[in-house]
């Protein structure tokens, strides 16, 4: 039987960047997952990567930041290496300032993203482009954003997984665990988690959204109202999300979706016409603190966790793979202590 170095349980966007990461520093690697590759929410179509708000800075804000900064070379490997598109692209986004209020708000961000973005992109208010796409604003007036980018989540899993497999690695149904094992099994392991300890350590949280047949590729992505529009690369907007903390079932969509995609078309017109060619629904983990849970499993004795990335986990996916890997093949611990697993206990 072959040496394997590293077990990941969960063929997810964690699962299996913490696979690529390993692979890429020699180690034998193979992926178990039941369900098979991008099945959970990681299989979803929306892939807005965008920045937390430049300002009350904290670690969780800086891990981000540095992940996003990663994401350029990391797609890229991916993408040589499979020779699959992962539908990435750093193009922006815009938002629509509504009142005097926002429009102070958004100035004063300025300065801090001038500081914590270091350079590598800015936060700008600006008047609202007269191209069609930007929406209408209150004021006249847009932020945007340079640090956001987009990727096409179920395109992007799937890459990796071929990633995974040209490098060596093995997926698989199922299997038996060996050398250093990882979970990252998403809601139904936290879920596990919750059925073991005296307190919810984290849930699901149902999201749903759509795809919508309008080529606006190489565009800024959108931000109003708390919906997301993103144009991705292959000539499709995508739509999203609704948050569900009680739903029956994950995987069906109803008017919650319909009243999305209704206020996506009216902050944006020029989708006014744009047919519906997708629903989608699905469950993202959401650890107790929202933050990521990564580090020594809380429940398994030699065992590790990278699970919980609430809304973040293709933007955070990057750094944390390459964290996990310091951990699991070097024994170092970069992880910040507001990501630790027991933080959550």
């Known amino acids: 039987m072959a040496t ?112 914590h973005w270091q350079g590598q992109a800015q936060w700008q208010v600006m008047p609202a482009p007269d191209d069609g796409w930007s929406p209408p604003s209150a004021t006249g007036q847009v932020i945007n954003d340079t640090m956001t980018a987009l990727i096409h989540p179920r395109t992007a899993t799937n890459a990796l997984a071929a990633a995974v497999v040209a490098m060596g690695g093995t997926i698989a149904p199922a299997g038996v665990a060996r050398g250093q094992v990882v979970w990252a099994t998403g809601w139904q392991g936290l879920q596990t988690l919750n059925q073991n300890h005296h307190r919810q350590i984290g849930n699901g949280v149902k999201g749903q959204a759509a795809l919508l047949d309008y080529d606006a590729a190489g565009k800024p992505q959108i931000f109003v109202d708390g919906v997301h529009i993103v144009p991705h690369l292959n000539g499709t907007v995508a739509i999203g999300s609704t948050s569900e903390r009680e739903f029956n079932d994950a995987h069906s969509t109803d008017e919650q979706l319909d009243d999305v995609i209704a206020k996506a078309k009216q902050a944006t017109p020029i989708l006014a016409d744009a047919p519906v060619i997708e629903k989608w629904a699905g469950v993202r983990p959401r650890s107790r603190s929202r933050a990521p849970m990564l580090g020594h499993h809380p429940q398994r004795t030699g065992e590790f966790i990278a699970n919980g990335g609430f809304k973040i986990g293709f933007g955070m996916a990057p750094k944390i793979a390459d964290v996990m890997a310091d951990l699991m093949l070097e024994n170092v611990d970069r992880i910040p202590p507001p990501f630790a697993a027991d933080a959550n206990l």
Request: with cysteine.
């Open 4 to 115: 394997v170095d590293i077990t990941v349980m969960g063929a997810g966007v964690f699962g299996l960047s913490i696979a690529f990461a390993c692979l890429r520093r020699g180690a034998a690697v193979q992926v178990i997952d039941p369900n098979g590759v991008a099945a959970g929410a990681s299989g979803g179509i929306v892939g807005a990567l965008a920045p937390h708000v430049p300002e009350q800075w904290n670690p969780k804000k800086e891990f981000q930041r540095d992940s996003l900064f990663m994401q350029p070379a990391f797609w890229a490997s991916v993408e040589d290496i499979s020779g699959e598109p992962t539908g990435y692209a750093k193009t922006g986004r815009l938002q629509p300032i509504a009142d005097t209020a926002a429009l102070v708000l958004a100035q004063s961000r300025t300065a801090g993203a001038d500081l």
